[in-house]
């Protein structure tokens, strides 16, 4: 892991090119953000028109928060059931 540590920061120090430059850090985001990502904490998001469904959702036990945007629209925010462990997970030594 040291040894790709090294190498992703001396690509963009021995870049000739804005372009090389800024690929070389899209790529280091990218891999960290997802290895980094808590998949825990993602949420369903659903968007009511009607005041029935609505109930039905807030009913249900993953129900998490209720968000107004007006009379007619809501937003309900939905806890996942399950985590779909998809990825694999790095650490550094």
């Known amino acids: 892991m040291q040894l790709c540590i090294n190498l992703n920061t001396q690509l963009p120090t021995n870049a000739e090119r804005e372009f090389e430059k800024d690929f070389c850090k899209l790529l280091n985001n990218s891999v960290s953000g997802k290895t980094i990502e808590n998949i825990r904490k993602r949420v369903n998001v659903r968007l009511i028109t009607n ?29 996942k059931k399950q985590c779909l462990f998809s990825t694999n997970v790095f650490t550094l030594e």
């Not at 129900?63 to 925010?77: G, P, Q, S």
Request: hydrophobic share 45%; net charge positive; proline share 3%.
């Open 51 to 79: 005041e029935k469904s609505a109930k039905s959702f807030v009913a249900k036990p993953h129900f998490e928060r209720l968000t107004m945007f007006d009379e007619c629209l809501v937003a309900v925010h939905m806890k």
